[in-house]
C-alpha cells in the first residue's frame, strides 16, 4: 500500500522560511514518474505549487517563482520543497502526490500558515 506523509509545515512570519518534506512508502522510489506539491488555501481550489519529473525537470507556479525549488534526494527516497521569502498568501494547506505511470497518490497534507 502506498503511502504519502507531508512534513515540515507550521507557523512563519512573513519573510521568513520553510522546508516541506515528503517521503512515500510502499513503493519503489525510482519507479515514480514525478512527484510534486500542491495547495489549497480556504475557500480556493487546489493549485499546483512545484512539480519535479524522474528526469529532473522542474515546473513552479508563477507566484512561487524566484522564492520556492522542489528538490529530490533519491538516496533518502524524500521530495522537499524549500519556501524562501513567505507571504501571507502562501497560506494553505500544502499537498504531496506523485505519479506512478497512471496513477497518482495524494499525502494528507501539511498545514502552512504565514503571519503578517
Known amino acids: 500500500q502506498v503511502q504519502v506523509v507531508e512534513s515540515g509545515g507550521g507557523l512563519v512570519q512573513a519573510g521568513g522560511s520553510l522546508t516541506l518534506s515528503c517521503a512515500p512508502s510502499?513503493?519503489?522510489?525510482?519507479?515514480?514518474?514525478?512527484m510534486g506539491w500542491y495547495r489549497q488555501a480556504p475557500g480556493k481550489q487546489r493549485e499546483l505549487v512545484a512539480i519535479?519529473?524522474?528526469?529532473?525537470?522542474?515546473n513552479y507556479a508563477d507566484s512561487v517563482k524566484g522564492r520556492f525549488t522542489i528538490s529530490r534526494d533519491n538516496a533518502k527516497n524524500t521530495v522537499y520543497l524549500q519556501m524562501n521569502s513567505l507571504k501571507p498568501e502562501d497560506t494553505a494547506v500544502y499537498y504531496c502526490?506523485?505519479?506512478?505511470?497512471?496513477?497518482?497518490?495524494w499525502g494528507q497534507g501539511t498545514q502552512v500558515t504565514v503571519s503578517s
Open positions: 502526490s506523485l505519479r506512478v505511470v497512471i496513477y497518482t497518490y
Open positions: 510502499g513503493i519503489i522510489f525510482s519507479s515514480i514518474d514525478a
Open positions: 519535479r519529473t524522474s528526469g529532473g525537470n522542474t
